[in-house]
């Protein structure tokens, strides 16, 4: 499908966003191995969620949805049965990365799979820690997927992530509910703690001293009732889109506001966003509240502050988007230390890079990022997606900025985070 979009004058309304996509994978995985029946709702929408979904149907558990609402039937931490045919990731690298945690402590063998882009990321990170745990996992050359999983007994470690990664944290953490023992994992910066948060809400035993968190094996996890937030991430578009179309004026209820994901709305405050959090909560330890964002001259008129090192990690997903705002900004700006980005569901710099290039803003690659030049007056082009969700949709809201018509290629990717965008992005223009 091909997403044909002008530029935009005043963006104005409310955008209800989808539920958070990392915390629904979590609270759904730990509703399946909990006793008793958890009831999820404002589930992500997301078809990276509904992977999760799949696969966990596929391991013997009960799964009704109705809306947005998800209904587990917990069948407590060994009562998953052994999958009858290779279990389907799709695009989503939580869903495998997080499943092979669980895996490796069930008594039988599992396959993992997943789409092209997903058979091609790599799994050495989850393969090493798993490995050293006593689970036997293969996986093909390059420690690509599919991955085999034999699982059993495993041994609790003690281990210091080589990468920035809440995919792998969360899998040795996960794969620590099946020790020996306590199980610790290390962070060389922090990451997204939703998978922490969420253990504490079942009842697992989770502490966290410094960089290290650890996890107490054989906890008994009890379902319960779960509200998922809206997606930081999927508002940090609309947050973009609304800075840079004059005139605008956006109001998105009900955001996740989770101490490691916000320090987008930091950023974005620094670099002169006319934003505001309006009536912040909390609930299952996950914070949240309305966000406002308006046409915002003053971020336009200067350089957006350098991306580099923990920030880097802690806005690795709206990089993109962030790109398409340093073009708009007239200063531009530089990111750094954001290799990861290469192994993402594309090549996310070269995709940055390639399509920013394309709409006439002058972008140079380095290895590990990207440098932006400002005040770029974008024109219309043929956006090619290679179907990265995030790819789509930050380039949809470059598309708002350009002049002339931009084809947003493969645009249905959206759905893998962001079902319903097009017609979000349509309904406030
Ligand atoms: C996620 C962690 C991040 C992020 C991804 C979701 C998660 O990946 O990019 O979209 O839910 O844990 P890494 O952990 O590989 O950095």
Redesign the pocket.
Known sequence: MIQKLESATALAGTVRIPGD??IS?RYAMLAAIAEGTSVIGRFAASRDCHSTLACLRALGVEVGTAGDTVTIRGRGLHGLSAPAAALDAGNS??TMRLLAGILAGQPFDSVLTGDDSLVNRPMGRVLEPLRRMGAAVEARERDLPPLRVRGGALRAIRYALPV?????K?CVLLAGLYGSGTTAVEEPVP??D?TEIALGEFGAAVRVAGNWIEVDPGPRLVGRRLVVPGDLSGAAFFLVAAAIVPGSDLRLPGVGLNRRRRELLGYLERAGMELEVERESAESGEARGDLRVRYSPRLLSGALPPIAGAETAAL??EIPVLAVLGSQAAGGLEISDAG?LRV?ESDRIAAVAANLAAMGARVTEKPDGLVIAGGARLRGADIATRGDHRIAMAFAVAALAAQGETRIHAADCADVSFPGFWDALRSVR
Do not use: C, F, Y
């Open positions: 996509k990392s994978h690298g939580t920035a990664s809440a995919q792998v969360s990451t997204r939703h690795i997903d990861e993402k």
